[in-house]
């Protein structure tokens, strides 16, 4: 059973850093691309970043690049993003989630996500 | 960037009926179109993708169709465990700039 579990969120002040994490079980990790996807009441649901199987391609939602980086550990079947310069905007439940595409030029579907974290940036 | 709009913001339907919402995007985003439901207090799961191929696992009253730059979710005979926020996405472009629609509330009549 695939499952994904997020963990790191909290609350930090504006400026502040925060690094989140998310344990993959339950299929082959190295297989597949893993994006962060984020959700607020006011915004919805939005698209954060994506990372290719080994790491070695990586792409952000405009809002975000050059403060927020994704990687991941396929020895440790881990996924994260490390978030600095933090703003208000930013605060939002934060997925994991198993990202799919079957063309190569086109963007990817999330078929399974985990159970979310909260990043609440305030002072 | 591509703007997906669902219409309705809120659907109000009977159990047994059939509910059927709407996603269209601001620009023709092929088939790669998915859907997801999200219940309280949970993250979204996939429904649709490829704008009609059912996920795994997913029952076959939930259908969806088109192409282009209007896509419909279907649901038929509808069970309470269908009472959902439902919420399209397009993933057409690459590199990947992925986006959702603002979600539709179906809600019990």
């Known amino acids: 059973e695939v499952e994904l579990v997020e963990s790191g969120g909290g609350l930090v002040q504006p400026g502040g850093s925060l690094r989140l994490s998310c344990a993959a079980s339950?299929?082959?990790?190295?297989?597949?691309?893993m994006s962060w996807v984020r959700q607020t009441p006011g915004k919805g649901l939005e698209w954060v970043a994506t990372?290719?199987?080994?790491?070695?391609?990586?792409y952000y939602v405009d809002s975000v690049k050059g403060r927020f980086t994704i990687s991941r550990d396929n020895a440790k079947n881990s996924l994260y993003v490390q978030m600095n310069s933090l703003r208000a905007e930013d605060t939002a439940v934060y997925y994991c989630?198993?990202?799919?595409?079957?063309?190569?030029?086109?963007?990817?579907?999330?078929?399974?996500w985990g159970q979310g974290t909260l990043v609440s940036v305030s002072s | 960037e591509i703007v997906l709009t669902q219409s309705p913001v809120t659907l109000s339907v009977s159990p047994g009926e059939s509910a059927t919402l709407s996603c269209r995007a601001s620009?023709?985003?092929?088939?790669?179109l998915a859907w997801y439901q999200q219940k309280p207090g949970q993250a979204p799961g996939l429904l649709i993708y490829?704008?009609?191929t059912r996920a795994t696992g997913i029952p076959a009253r939930f259908s969806g169709s088109g192409s282009g730059t209007e896509f419909t979710l279907t649901i038929s005979s509808l069970q309470s465990e269908d009472f959902a926020l439902y919420y399209c996405?397009?993933?057409?472009?690459?590199?990947?700039?992925?986006?959702f629609g603002q979600g539709t509330k179906l809600e019990i009549k």
């Open positions: 989630a198993r990202a799919r595409h079957y063309d190569i030029l086109i963007g990817f579907y999330s078929d399974y």
């Open positions: 339950g299929f082959t990790f190295s297989d597949y691309w």
């Open positions: 990372i290719k199987k080994d790491g070695s391609e990586k």
């Open positions: 620009q023709s985003v092929s088939s790669n």
């Open positions: 490829g704008a009609s």
């Open positions: 996405q397009q993933y057409n472009n690459w590199p990947p700039s992925d986006t």
